[in-house]
Each structure stands twice: as structure tokens, then as C-alpha cells.
């Protein structure tokens, strides 16, 4: 014969119900958080890749003995598809790659690009860098890094 049980079986239930309830919750809210605190916001990855193309922009310029546009362009649907941390020096990086659409002003033709993007967030959590590859030793990559953010301030 079986031993009886000290709590009836709908009480049982109500608690494993419970622990359940919890353990979603717990796990909803540490997604949650994972998610918002290592995704940069839309409007800065809008920024960052402005800021790429700029910055391509005047390196062909440059190379080409150009004046470079000063001209932004402007960035619009960007579809992150991967994105993962990477050592950016003694940092932790975050590596974003999509695709985007962007357009000069002035010109009618709107361009669907790929992307990857190198960003460092702040020491402090609030704020983020475009990083891009400098070149640098056989076993280590250096990197130049340019503020993010700073006219929303």
C-alpha cells in the first residue's frame, strides 16, 4: 500500500503551477534584459552606419586626391541579422551585420546595402563607439574608435 501523502494533490498542483509561473517570468525578464542591455538603439545604428559611410567616403576621396562630400547621407530600414561579442583589444566589442538602405541627399536612387558594424560600448554602460579595423601586429588587431551619440546630448 502507499504512504499518504502529507499535501493533497490539488495543492500539489497549485504549487508546481506556481514555480512554473515563476520560472517563465524569471526567464522572460532575464531575455529581456540581455537583449536591452547589449543592442545599441535603432537610432544609433542609423548614426553608426551614417558615420561608416562618411567615413569610407573620405578614405576614397583621400586616396583618389579628392575633396571629400560633406554631404550625410541619409539611412533608413536597417535589418540587423547577426550580431555576437568579440575582443576589441582589452574591450568586448559587439559585432552587428544586416542589411540597410541609404541614399544621398539630393539623389533619387536609394541603395539596399550589406553590412557589418564594430561597435564598443562606454565604460559605464551609456554610451557607444563605431569601431573599425586600423590594421596592427600579426596577433593583434588595433582599432580606431569614433564617439557615437554625441548630438543627441
Known amino acids: ?5 502529507s499535501l ?3 495543492a500539489f498542483k497549485r504549487v508546481v503551477r506556481r514555480l512554473l509561473q ?6 522572460i525578464v532575464v531575455s529581456l534584459t540581455a537583449c536591452n542591455g547589449s543592442q545599441p538603439p535603432r537610432a544609433l545604428l542609423n548614426e553608426a552606419l551614417a558615420l561608416q559611410i562618411q567615413l569610407t567616403q573620405s578614405a576614397i576621396a ?4 579628392l575633396t571629400p562630400m560633406p554631404i550625410a547621407p541619409s539611412v533608413s530600414r536597417v535589418r540587423v541579422e547577426d550580431q555576437e ?13 544586416g542589411r540597410f538602405d541609404w541614399q ?18 562606454g565604460s ?27 548630438d543627441k546630448a
Open 1 to 5: 500500500m502507499l504512504p499518504q501523502l
Open 8 to 10: 493533497p494533490v490539488s
Open 22 to 27: 515563476a520560472l517563465c517570468v524569471l526567464t
Open 62 to 65: 583621400s586616396s583618389l586626391d
Open 85 to 97: 561579442s568579440f575582443a576589441l583589444g582589452d574591450e568586448q566589442g559587439l559585432r552587428i551585420s
Open 104 to 121: 544621398l541627399p539630393g539623389d533619387r536612387v536609394q541603395v539596399d546595402s550589406p553590412f557589418e558594424l564594430f561597435l564598443q560600448r
Open 124 to 150: 559605464r554602460g551609456q554610451s557607444w563607439r563605431l569601431a573599425r579595423p586600423k590594421g596592427g601586429s600579426d596577433d593583434r588587431q588595433a582599432w580606431l574608435t569614433y564617439p557615437l551619440g554625441l
